[in-house]
Nanobody, 127 residues
Framework: QVQLVESGGGSVQAGGSLRLYCAAS????????MGWFRQAPGKEREGVAT????????AFPDSAKGRFTISRDSTKNTVTLQMDSLKPEDAAMYYC????????????????????WGQGTQVTVVS
């Protein structure tokens, strides 16, 4: 069964750090483009990090550059999002996503480019 399960969310003070985990089953993250997205109430889902299927390339929006890091562990079949220097505006539900069916043009940080999603984990940043 194909599944993505996020964990690691919680409440943190502004300036603090959190590490989010995404455990995948039913497919292999090591040959799949993976991404992390977030969605705050009343806002669109936005991409905050992505790692290529080869694991050699990562990308972040300006809002996350220098603060967020994405990595994967092929032995555990997991993807991790390390978030540092958190700001109140980082508060949102965070989702792990996989692009399991590649093909055609796509944008790496656009939600519609991904076909498999987890249930999300909540991140709260207290100022």
């Amino acid at each position: 069964q194909v599944q993505l399960v996020e964990s690691g969310g919680g409440s943190v003070q502004a300036g603090g750090s959190l590490r989010l985990y995404c455990a995948a089953s039913g497919f292999t993250v090591s040959n799949t483009r993976m991404g992390w997205f977030r969605q705050a109430p009343g806002k669109e889902r936005e991409g905050v990090a992505t790692i290529s299927s080869t694991g050699t390339t990562t990308a972040f929006p300006d809002s996350a550059k220098g603060r967020f890091t994405i990595s994967r562990d092929s032995t555990k079949n997991t993807v991790t999002l390390q978030m540092d220097s958190l700001k109140p505006e980082d508060a949102a539900m965070y989702y792990c996503a996989a692009r399991r069916f590649p093909g055609g043009s796509y944008s790496t940080l656009t939600a519609s480019s991904y076909d498999t999603w987890g249930q999300g984990t909540q991140v709260t940043v207290v100022s």
